[in-house]
T-cell receptor, first 115, second 117 residues
Framework: ETGVTQTPRHLVMGMTNKKSLKCEQH?????MYWYKQSAKKPLELMFV???????ENNSVPSRFSPECPNSSHLFLHLHTLQPEDSALYLC??????????????FGPGTRLTVT | AQKITQTQPGMFVQEKEAVTLDCTYD???????LFWYKQPSSGEMIFLIY??????QNATEGRYSLNFQKARKSANLVISASQLGDSAMYFC??????????????FGKGTKLTVNP
């Protein structure tokens, strides 16, 4: 496989569930990102990892917990979510963060619905 | 603070014609990058084109070109010879490094382009 993959593509979970989103990139990049895309709102950057180290956390609630075990894999652990957390969650990677020149490559996203 | 403004929520264009999607930005960072992405109904964000703040020439990638006017802080996307497959949401984005060394990434709200046969 090439590019950035995300699993699952669709997820429905109750507010008391615990689930995880997975992202994998096959591009040899060193930076990975989580974004949230809600209806009628701009894409929101959630977390940034550069060489497996978290470098950004944009005031994301603690019910979202990222994990980056290596430069190719990124997880988003979810627990006790709220209905307003329903959105498309996009993963992206780039050669590295900290430079404005590197483009990001996105995965297909996970459509999350919290009931 | 960084900001991206896309003033066109929706645009229509006839197949084979050219279309311009507007993007203006605001930043105090000395160095930044501007990007355009396409998001079809499938949800995947597809990178289209990049323009660096110090680049002298406008970026081009096939049928895509970026009309970069630094003084006006605009980075409009021009799609030539529109195709039906160009129908999608288009997002303008900016990436910069603030004075504290933190990376900032900001996306606009997007423009929905519909190409009519």
């Amino acid at each position: 496989e090439t590019g950035v993959t995300q699993t699952p593509r669709h997820l429905v979970m109750g507010m008391t569930n615990k689930k995880s989103l997975k992202c994998e990139q096959h591009l040899g990049h060193n930076a990975m990102y989580w974004y949230k895309q809600s209806a009628k709102k701009p894409l929101e950057l959630m977390f940034v990892y550069n060489f497996k180290e978290q470098t950004e956390n944009n005031s994301v609630p603690s019910r979202f917990s990222p994990e980056c075990p290596n430069s190719s894999h990124l997880f988003l652990h979810l627990h006790t979510l709220q209905p307003e957390d329903s959105a498309l969650y996009l993963c992206a990677s780039s050669q590295e963060s900290g430079s404005p020149t590197y483009e990001q490559y996105f995965g297909p996203g996970t459509r999350l619905t919290v009931t | 603070a960084q900001k991206i403004t896309q003033t066109q929520p929706g645009m229509f264009v006839q197949e084979k014609e050219a279309v311009t999607l507007d993007c203006t930005y605001d930043t105090s960072d000395p160095s930044y990058g501007l990007f355009w992405y396409k998001q079809p109904s499938s949800g995947e964000m597809i990178f289209l084109i990049y323009q660096g703040s110090y680049d002298q020439q406008n970026a081009t990638e096939g049928r895509y070109s970026l009309n970069f006017q630094k003084a006006r802080k605009s980075a409009n996307l021009v799609i030539s010879a529109s195709q039906l497959g160009d129908s999608a949401m288009y997002f303008c984005a900016m990436r910069g490094i603030d004075q504290g060394g933190s990376e900032k990434l900001v996306f606009g709200k997007g423009t929905k382009l519909t190409v009519n046969p």
